[in-house]
């Protein structure tokens, strides 16, 4: 029989190199809530959800908000355990997919455990690890840690999350580690030192010089049911909040348990303490008794807020012996016979009422006394992290970066922890961050300005911009285009006109729309009249649309049997190409006359070596060559079918481009260039022909550009689609970013 145990669990959490004294934003523990079905009843939920790069500047509410959904959807599914543990990672990937606001750069990485009696089921996707010690025997999941280092599979990327599981029994003594890839290039054998240790507080202290400079995780030690709680040693004498430095058991069979307890089980046993002292909390309820404990030489000056405190209460403690004073004088003693008189209830229920509303405001007062100090605090240690950056020389890429990118995660810990997320003096700590931060990066921040929000629920696609004035926008979402009008005189719109120039359902001529996947300007070609708007039908109908000649025309193209599913369409010198990454090829139309009437050619020859099943948008530019852009950001120059050299160079620093969604090249302007979406880093990249790096766009709003889909360049004025918001800038506005240099 398999003996049922319970967990003592601690963390490690380090920033830059650096240990902070809090629990990673994605870890959670939880006990089975009180209405949950009966094969959930005995289980406990262990997860730790992190950034799929340890550069990421992912929002930590959002890790925290993940892990909970993780749990909830976990407890809610129904079945088995492993079922519940897939039901849990894909929740936390299709929530990632939907966010709109400050999803991570690059997606997240997510394991997580159920102890059920004496066994664990584990899951795990993208660059994260489990370190297992039974005994004197150590494994590793995956056996070779260097799997780790990319996030292959990582949640949030677009494709199903690839979950690995597994089961294991456990027994009093083993020990389990959660973790992401900060531990993954240390050495088994400093490994199983580490965990050979013989409690949390010990393993966690052996972990922390293992780590690389980010790494977050998860220490789960196993006990038998009767062991005791480890008690906390005694607080220190300092004015510094700190952390009790003991973890807390979590007890797999009692559903009765409060889960939000067990969620914060376990300290984030550090040298860098976050949390107000038990000490520095004790004294402030011994002083409401009346026993004021004397204050500490390091103490220093007493801040405002206390002094106003301390006067409030001496306030409120004179009006209570006023009143006192007042019942005497209302409620003599029975013997005397003069003296004015109150009805004996109300009388009685004042001296009641009177103290517990003078001791509850003075609680309250206390509570929020502590509360600012341990905030007060933290808002130093950041302040102070910050001029320990500002040390480092900006010559020194590699140290001062990642030195600024734990100031803003410390920012970031601090305004979660405490829920103030406007103190001036976070957000100049933060602005200087991002300052440095963005040089570091070659980082241009724009102001776009929106034209035009489509709705909830709309996704945009490749915008066309003509003649500065007209604006034709395609919502892929419903297979609608609008078309809007531009004010010459300012960056808006002038009209904006609810009733699209094509949708879904339309008869044009003989045919009805169904499902557009992409739109072109036709200066020339296989259409009946020039400079028209095309747009592509899946069922192989070419729409058309004339501002002039209004309303649509269309055409069925030939040869469209022999398409797989085409997503981006390209009109060059009249001939039409359709990128379709499925059938592996790109099709050619070449125009006779008014109409395109010959099956389409195959770009690539049937022998060629190509694969383009990651392909999401294509240029051609002035001589012929065609650049295929690949999701993960990777541009493939062909010409003639033949695959040409292509690489970028002086890109960023932090490596640049993590992902692709969409493709101009702008052939027409005196400086040819190629702009790349890349919504993972939520930027838009200008590189020229041959890949050299000129600009790394990202907005100033956080999250605005957080679903980049469509692009369009007229001159030095660009157009972006993010989720369903139409954006512009203009690139004379800005100049790149200059490179690292000394404040003032």
């Not at 400079?531 to 039908?537: E, G, K, R, S, Y």
């Not at 200059?738 to 003032?744: L, R, V």
């Amino acid at each position: 029989m398999i003996e049922e145990v319970e967990a003592l669990v601690g963390y490690v959490f380090v920033v830059g190199g650096r240990a902070v004294g809090a629990t990673p934003p994605g870890a959670r523990v939880e006990l089975p809530p009180r209405k949950v079905q009966r094969s959930r009843e005995a289980d406990t939920f262990f997860t730790l959800i992190t950034p799929a790069f340890a550069a990421s500047q992912g929002n930590a509410n959002l890790y925290e908000e993940l892990s909970r959904i993780a749990a909830d959807s976990y407890f809610r599914s129904s079945g088995g355990v492993t079922s519940g543990l897939r039901d849990a990672v894909t929740a936390v990937h299709d929530n990632l997919l939907s966010y709109e606001q400050a999803g991570p750069r690059g997606g997240a990485n997510m394991i997580c455990l159920v102890l059920r009696g004496g066994e664990v089921y584990l899951a795990r996707t993208g660059a994260v690890l489990c370190l297992v010690r039974q005994a004197d025997d150590v494994q590793t999941l995956p056996a070779d840690l260097h799997e780790v280092s990319s996030p292959v599979g990582r949640l949030g990327s677009g494709d199903a999350p690839d979950v690995r599981l597994s089961r294991h029994e456990v027994g009093p003594g083993d020990v389990m580690v959660l973790a992401d890839a900060g531990l993954s290039h240390a050495a088994l054998d400093e490994i199983a030192a580490g965990l050979a240790a013989p409690d949390v507080p010990d393993i966690i202290e052996a972990l922390k010089p293992l780590c690389g400079r980010d790494a977050q995780a998860m220490v789960v030690q196993f006990v038998s049911a009767e062991t005791p709680d480890p008690a906390p040693p005694p607080p220190r004498k300092s004015t510094r909040a700190s952390t009790p430095a003991a973890s807390a058991p979590v007890s797999t069979p009692a559903p009765s348990t409060s889960a939000s307890a067990a969620a914060h089980a376990g300290a984030a046993l550090d040298s860098e303490p976050a949390d107000a002292d038990a000490g520095e909390i004790q004294a402030g309820y011994d002083e409401q008794a009346g026993d004021m404990p004397a204050e500490s030489d390091s103490a220093g000056p007493t801040p405002v807020p206390h002094r106003l405190a301390g006067g409030l209460v001496r306030v409120l403690s004179g009006v209570a012996r006023g009143i006192n004073v007042g019942l005497d004088r209302v409620l003599p003693e029975p013997e005397e016979e003069s003296g004015p008189r109150v009805p004996a209830m109300l009388a009685a229920g004042l001296a009641i009422l009177v103290p517990v509303l003078v001791v509850f405001v003075v609680v309250a007062l206390r509570l929020s006394q502590v509360d600012l100090t341990a905030f007060e605090q933290q808002v130093a240690e950041v302040e102070e992290a910050a001029r320990e950056a500002e040390t480092i020389p900006l010559d020194d890429i590699a140290n001062a970066r990642t030195a600024w990118l734990a100031v803003v995660q410390r920012v970031e810990l601090v305004e979660t922890s405490s829920g103030r997320g406007n103190d001036p003096a976070l957000l100049r700590v933060r602005a200087r961050a991002q300052e440095v931060l963005d040089r570091f990066d070659q980082v241009t921040r724009v102001e776009p300005i929106a034209l035009r929000n489509f709705g909830q629920g709309a996704r945009l696609g490749n915008p066309v911009i003509r003649g500065q004035a007209d604006v034709y926008t395609l919502n892929l979402a419903e297979s609608t285009v609008f078309r809007d009008t531009l004010n010459p005189n300012t960056v808006s719109l002038m009209t904006r006109n609810t009733q699209p120039v094509v949708q879904r359902g339309q008869a044009v001529g003989s045919f009805s729309v169904r499902e557009l996947r992409d739109m072109a300007w036709m200066a020339e070609g296989g259409v009946q009249r020039a400079n028209v708007l095309a747009a592509l039908d899946t069922q192989g109908i070419l729409v058309t649309y004339s501002p002039t000649f209004a309303p649509a025309t269309a055409q069925r193209l030939a040869g469209a049997d022999m398409w797989s599913d085409p997503v981006k369409m390209v009109a060059w010198r009249g001939r039409l190409y359709l990128l379709d990454p499925a059938a592996n090829q790109v099709w050619r139309y070449v125009p006779v006359g008014n109409s395109y009437p010959n099956p389409p050619e195959a770009y690539f020859e049937p022998e060629s070596d190509r694969d383009l099943s990651a392909a999401t948008d294509f240029g051609i530019d002035g001589a012929g060559n065609l650049y295929i852009l690949n999701a993960d950001g990777s541009i493939r120059k062909y010409n003639g079918g033949v695959e040409m050299p292509f690489s970028y160079t002086n890109m960023p620093y932090d490596g640049g481009i993590l992902s692709g969604s969409g493709l101009f090249l702008d052939a027409d302007s005196a400086l040819t260039a190629m702009y790349v979406l890349d919504p993972d880093d939520e930027s838009v990249y200008q590189v020229t022909l041959s890949g050299q790096f000129r600009f790394r766009f990202r907005a100033a709003d956080p999250g605005a550009w957080s679903d980049l889909t469509g692009i369009f360049v007229d001159g030095a004025q660009i157009y972006v689609t993010s989720g369903p918001v139409l954006y512009t800038f203009n690139l004379d506005d800005y100049s790149p970013t200059p490179t690292p240099t000394p404040p003032g």
